[in-house]
């Protein structure tokens, strides 16, 4: 049975026949020019939008270089735990060392437990000895430790981005 074009198409209240015919070959020619807008949307959208191809991609951190004050400030045998700089200053006398907060298991904060003098991680029971060497527990190796020294006006820069070997100290 063929259909007509008087059959596809509607007679309106006012006797106009108004006729929409829409086939397949439309259809996909529709969605294949919908679908190559999306796509070059897509695409301007990464290099012109926000934070998009003109956007530095940089990380923000602070400088892995730092002070933390004068050797006189640190009590003469002591660990000071500087929690945003994720370190512990070791302080022996006149020794000083700068060690990982980080424990080498599985990366948890180590805690210093001053009855016990030694270094233990709550997560997995890793235990280390004030000068970072690991004696108990899962973890690998001892604590990493960083490289210090005196700045010019006598304080104490840590670096992180320099690890040294445990036996490294700076005598003050």
Known sequence: METTKQDRCNTSETGE???FTFSRRHFLSLAGWGMFFAVILGFLSQIFGY???FYPRVLFEPS???TVGKP???PQISVTKLKSRRVFIVRSGNIFKAISVVCT???CAVEFSKAKNIFECPCHGSKYYRTGVNFAGPAPKPLAHFEMS???SSRLVVDKS???STETELIV
């Open 51 to 53: 934070k998009g191809f």
């Open 162 to 164: 320099k690890t040294v």
């Open 150 to 152: 005196l700045d010019h």
């Open 72 to 74: 006189d400030a640190f």
């Open 105 to 107: 298991h599985l990366g």
């Open 64 to 66: 892995p270089r730092f």
């Open 17 to 19: 026949n108004m006729c």
